[in-house]
């Protein structure tokens, strides 16, 4: 059996101006049996479209702020940097993987955008918006939990740990607004903050505010939400 090809959206540091990616992203994915391919800085659709073909599923990583633009807001002075290319190549991977019926794993950005192309909204800054009374952006190490999550009855990360609160650690500053059409809030941080969704009616997309990558050697519970990620790719792989 070949190995599950997970297509990883790409980091951009706009000072060096150079692609990169934090190692534990592909460790995560590695360790748990996938075969992970970092996805070009490009929005060009032809070589994304051709490259996504080969992917069986898509992590969508952290990174710089989703462009209100893409929710209709004007930005604020305490939205952070965003990069038109990366907000276009992630459109693109997305809507592939929405119309392919491919996996998706959103993680910190990658769930504050998978919101936004739902039709959802964000907070620009949820400290300057009032809407944080806990600490969203702890200090490293960032394999220590930060804060509790509790997890809404019936969702799917309640029935995949079979718990009801979780700690995770915590490291973004801007959060959902308005949850986007055909999602599941999962998970809920004690200041009201929406930390997990999952689609209604997509075959396999869940997404977490906080960074399983970070702590799934500590956290069974992040190894257990990675596994399963990929073991819903291999299977849908197999279907489809």
Not at 17 to 29: T, V
Not at 129 to 157: A, F, M, R, W
Request: charged fraction near 20%; include cysteine; proline fraction near 4%.
């Amino acid at each position: 059996m070949t190995q599950t090809v997970i297509g990883v959206l790409p980091l951009y540091d706009t000072q060096l101006d150079s692609i990169w990616m934090l190692p534990d992203y592909i460790n995560a994915l590695v360790d748990h049996g996938a075969c992970p391919i970092i996805l070009p800085y490009t929005d060009k659709k032809d070589v994304l479209e051709q490259i996504c073909s080969y992917c069986d599923g898509f992590l969508f990583t952290g990174g710089q702020d989703v462009s209100p633009k893409l929710y209709n807001e004007q930005k604020a002075d305490y939205c952070g940097e965003c990069l038109d290319i990366l907000d276009n190549l992630s459109v693109t991977v997305y809507n592939h993987a929405i119309l392919k019926k491919k996996t998706i794993l959103g993680i910190c950005r990658g769930l504050q955008f998978i919101n936004v192309m739902q039709g959802g909204t964000l907070y620009q800054d949820i400290v300057s918006q009032g809407k944080s009374e806990i600490n969203h952006h702890q200090e490293k190490p960032y394999c220590t939990p930060s804060h509790n999550v509790t997890l809404v009855d019936n969702s799917y990360l309640s029935y995949l740990f079979e718990i009801s609160n979780i700690k995770v650690n915590s490291i973004h500053h801007q959060s959902i607004k308005d949850l986007g059409k055909d999602l599941m809030i999962n998970g809920i941080s004690q200041d009201g903050i929406i930390e997990a969704i999952s689609s209604t009616t997509h075959p396999y997309m869940v997404a977490v505010q906080w960074h399983p990558e970070y702590d799934y050697k500590y956290n069974d519970k992040s190894s257990l939400l990675l596994k399963d990620f990929v073991k819903k790719t291999q299977i849908l792989k197999n279907t489809i």
